[in-house]
């Protein structure tokens, strides 16, 4: 099966709220509202949902993902999906700095 142009997905984790406790999270997310949900944002030619399993299987994870990822959060991401590379690459930054924007701490690659 060949995939077309418009293969790519932005997701949102919500992480544990444990994971402020991370020095390297909490340096990162200064000021952030502690009473919000934190999230990790990202991109991906998988769906979310297998990408998901492999962030939590360990493979080609993010640390943040894989031990403090809880669950997706599709009302975040969903009406952006599918788009092209080049739009996804944008979205993630921009999703992740209008979360950021509203107090939540967020990991983004």
Same mark, same amino acid.
Request: contains cysteine; proline residues 6%; hydrophobic residues 30%.
């Given at each position: ?5 418009? @293969? ?5 984790? /919500? ?12 340096? /990162? &997310? ?6 919000? $949900?934190?999230?990790?944002? +990202?991109?991906? +030619?998988?769906? $979310?949902?297998?990408?998901?399993? &492999?962030?939590?299987? +360990?493979?080609?994870? &993010?640390?943040?993902? @894989? ?24 979205? /993630? ?7 950021? @924007?509203?107090? @939540?701490?967020?990991?983004? &690659?």
């Amino acid at each position: 099966m060949v995939k077309g142009k418009d @293969h790519y997905y932005i997701y949102v984790i /919500e992480l544990s709220p444990a994971v402020v406790k991370n020095k390297r999270f909490a340096k /990162e &997310n200064r000021g952030f509202n502690p009473f919000l $949900p934190c999230y990790y944002v +990202g991109m991906t +030619g998988l769906t $979310p949902e297998e990408r998901f399993e &492999n962030h939590k299987k +360990g493979y080609k994870s &993010n640390y943040f993902v @894989h031990k403090y990822g809880m669950r997706l959060v599709p009302k975040i991401y969903s009406r952006y999906n599918p788009m092209s590379y080049k739009k996804a690459a944008e979205r /993630e930054v921009l999703l992740a700095n209008a979360l950021r @924007h509203r107090g @939540h701490g967020v990991w983004q &690659n």
